[in-house]
């Protein structure tokens, strides 16, 4: 069942944040547990709750509460839930690494700078990873010993995009603003009318969301400390193995309870006459939801809207 109420003294809750090991409970749950409840324990009040002789379902398999739990779970992540996530990691020689498991869409891709904070990146709209057939020397595709395609592991265009000793990739610095008379630099006489999303130096990405990974450019390639932070959208159930693990604000939880209602009596002729019903509750609890974590700072907001009031020269 899903605690309503503390499970640990002050100390045990502490212990293992201070690092006393003596009084860190075997079942701690983690700091700020008690404003989640696990998807596990919200199965097992709803068919406590819901299904049973008189009440809103008379009979449902287990089964099927856990797929409409993990399913309003996924909807919830996306739509109402803090489901971001954030990854740091150090990009290596490839220039190139996997999206996590549970990567559902990004939100933004950034450049760990000296001082910790994190410097924006932008997506290069004109890359992709096609697939690249393999040819021979007379271009015609080679084939394995079950007669299909033999596809390289990466894209001609994907290797130029990464490829630091190829001249278009050159990166544009202060000081090359000055040397008109170069003949080496492919941007000579161009920087006017030139396109603002191509002019940055900090480098760019692709993300081949079917191959899974996120390619960078040349302009990383060298770095001594390339760590490189995604921020991306979670469906909420990366550790669907264990439901325990899988938590939901307690704010939206009654939220979730109605969708599980909702989308287990549509399918049932004994209460599919009730659906419309329950249809309109869940929608307004999904609503309240939204609300209650919208999490909007007065203060803050009014900071952030006092630099908006700031003229912008251009």
């Given at each position: ?154 894209s001609t265009a994907i290797t130029r995009f990464q490829d630091p000793n190829n001249p278009a990739n050159r990166t544009r610095s202060l000081e090359d603003n000055y040397n008109y008379d170069d003949d080496d630099f492919p941007y000579l006489n161009k920087r006017y009318g030139s396109n603002p999303e191509d002019m940055s130096g900090a480098g760019t990405f692709f993300i081949d969301n079917e191959a899974g990974v996120i390619f960078f450019d040349s302009t990383f390639s060298g770095r001594p400390d390339n760590l490189i932070i995604l921020d991306y959208i979670s469906d909420g159930i990366a550790d669907n193995g264990d439901l325990s693990k899988v938590y ?67």
């Amino acid at each position: 069942m899903a605690e309503s109420r503390k499970i640990y003294t002050s100390q045990q809750y502490y212990a293992n944040f201070e690092g006393d090991a003596g009084n860190t409970p075997a079942n701690f749950k983690g700091l700020g547990y008690y404003s989640r409840t696990s998807l596990e324990d919200i199965i097992n009040n709803f068919i406590v709750a819901y299904i049973g002789e008189d009440k809103a379902l008379a009979k449902v398999p287990r089964y099927e509460v856990d797929f409409w739990a993990q399913r309003g779970m996924q909807e919830f992540s996306y739509d109402i839930l803090h489901s971001e996530k954030s990854v740091e990691i150090e990009l290596g020689s490839t220039l190139q690494f996997p999206l996590p498991q549970d990567y559902v869409n990004y939100i933004k891709v950034s450049q760990v700078g000296e001082d910790g904070k994190k410097d924006i990146l932008l997506p290069s709209r004109k890359v992709d990873n096609p697939t690249a057939p393999l040819q021979d020397g007379d271009h015609n595709f080679l084939y394995d010993s079950e007669g299909e395609v033999q596809v390289a592991a990466k894209s001609t265009a994907i290797t130029r995009f990464q490829d630091p000793n190829n001249p278009a990739n050159r990166t544009r610095s202060l000081e090359d603003n000055y040397n008109y008379d170069d003949d080496d630099f492919p941007y000579l006489n161009k920087r006017y009318g030139s396109n603002p999303e191509d002019m940055s130096g900090a480098g760019t990405f692709f993300i081949d969301n079917e191959a899974g990974v996120i390619f960078f450019d040349s302009t990383f390639s060298g770095r001594p400390d390339n760590l490189i932070i995604l921020d991306y959208i979670s469906d909420g159930i990366a550790d669907n193995g264990d439901l325990s693990k899988v938590y939901v604000p307690k704010l939206a939880e009654d939220a979730l309870y109605a969708y599980m209602l909702y989308n287990l009596s549509k399918l049932r002729p004994s209460t599919v006459q009730l659906a419309p019903l329950y249809k309109k509750e869940a929608s307004s609890k999904m609503r309240n939801a939204k609300i209650r974590l919208s999490n909007y700072k007065l203060e803050e907001m009014a900071q952030v809207l006092r630099g908006k009031a700031k003229w912008i020269k251009h």
